[in-house]
């Protein structure tokens, strides 16, 4: 398999994928500034002829450049679990999606495509994230959440029960969520207050 970015999160991933005893044969970059991490080597995307037959992750931490790098490159997504994760049998995991280490996943949580569930972040009962969210470290999530494509949720934000996050949005770093979301807002603050909207670059 390979791995789609050269990045900080590349790391993460092959730490998850080695843990698992999976094999990944290059790392693909369109601007490689090293030659390998890990003795694992990196490939200019130009360079490379054959990645569209082999599986992949996208391994940038972005959510609009996963997305943007999803649409272009038409072959097999997989996803890379860590062996701490606690995940029920009764959620699902969508292709391309990261989930990191002592993340809990509860049962009925749907987890989309291309998402990031980073180290320590629980997520409870009944929720839906949506594809290209990234759900970042010690985050903790209530029962029947709902996040829309491509959010990021901060470094140990809290949401309560019940509530809808907008797509696109950003909720700050330690942010306490106690309303909806809008679409493309930006939340900090506890309790989490509305301090402005980012410009739609999505494309959707």
Not at 49 to 64: E, P, R, T, V, Y
Not at 127 to 151: L, Y
């Amino acid at each position: 398999m390979y791995l789609y970015g050269a990045s900080g999160h590349c790391k993460v991933i092959i730490d998850i994928l080695q843990s698992n005893n999976q094999q990944i044969e290059a790392i693909l970059d369109d601007n490689p500034r090293e030659n390998s991490i890990f003795n694992i080597p990196i490939v200019h995307t130009m360079d490379c002829k054959d990645f569209l037959d082999k599986s992949m992750i996208i391994s940038i931490g972005d959510n609009l450049i996963r997305k943007k790098i999803v649409k272009k490159v038409n072959t097999t997504f997989l996803s890379a679990i860590h062996p701490s994760a606690i995940v029920s049998p009764y959620s699902e995991i969508g292709e391309g999606t990261v989930v990191m280490a002592g993340v809990i996943i509860n049962a009925a949580t749907t987890i989309g495509a291309h998402c990031i569930i980073n180290s320590g972040a629980v997520i409870e009962h009944d929720c839906e994230i949506h594809d290209f969210v990234h759900i970042s470290p010690n985050v903790a999530m209530a029962g029947d959440i709902i996040v829309e494509k491509g959010t990021h949720i901060g470094i140990g934000a809290s949401v309560i029960q019940g509530i809808k996050i907008g797509k696109w949005a950003v909720i700050g770093a330690g942010t306490v969520v106690i309303e909806d979301v809008p679409d493309y807002a930006v939340v900090v603050g506890n309790p989490g207050k509305i301090i402005k909207y980012k410009e739609n670059k999505s494309n959707e």
